[in-house]
C-alpha cells in the first residue's frame, strides 16, 4: 500500500500565502504522478496542480500564475506553494499519486484532505 501524508493548510487572509506539502511512503517502486486536487462544498474535485516523473507540470486554469508545484523530489515529497489567496480558493485540498508499488501493481493513492479556509 501507498500512503500520502499532507501538512501545511490552515487560515490565512486574502492576499495571503500557503505551502502545502505532501509526501508518499509505502511500498513504492516509482511514483509516475503526485499533485493536488481541490474540493469546496458543494463543487466537484478540481485539479491544482500535477507533476510527473518526467518533469511534466500543469496548473488548473483557476490557479494559474498564483500556485506552484514543485517537481518530485528523492524523498518521494511535492509541495504547492499558494500565493495571493482569494476567498473561492478556500477548499479541501487532497494529494493524489499514481505509479507502481514494489509487487509490480499499479497504484491510485489519495491523502485524507487538508483545509485551506481564505477569510478576513
Known amino acids: 500500500q501507498v500512503q500520502l501524508a499532507e501538512s501545511g493548510g490552515g487560515l490565512v487572509q486574502p492576499g495571503g500565502s500557503l505551502e502545502l506539502s505532501c509526501t508518499a511512503s509505502?511500498?513504492?517502486?516509482?511514483?509516475?504522478?503526485m499533485g493536488w486536487y481541490r474540493q469546496a462544498p458543494g463543487k466537484q474535485r478540481e485539479l491544482v496542480a500535477i507533476?510527473?516523473?518526467?518533469?511534466?507540470?500543469k496548473h488548473g486554469d483557476s490557479v494559474k500564475g498564483r500556485f506552484t508545484i514543485s517537481g518530485l523530489n528523492a524523498m518521494n515529497t511535492v509541495y504547492l506553494q499558494v500565493t495571493s489567496l482569494k476567498p473561492e480558493d478556500s477548499a479541501i485540498y487532497y494529494c493524489?499519486?499514481?505509479?507502481?508499488?514494489?509487487?509490480?501493481?499499479?497504484?491510485?493513492?489519495w491523502g485524507q484532505g487538508t483545509q485551506v479556509t481564505v477569510s478576513s
Open positions: 493524489n499519486a499514481k505509479g507502481y508499488e514494489s509487487n509490480g501493481k499499479t497504484y491510485d493513492s
Open positions: 509505502g511500498s513504492i517502486s516509482n511514483i509516475k504522478l
Open positions: 507533476t510527473t516523473d518526467t518533469g511534466t507540470i
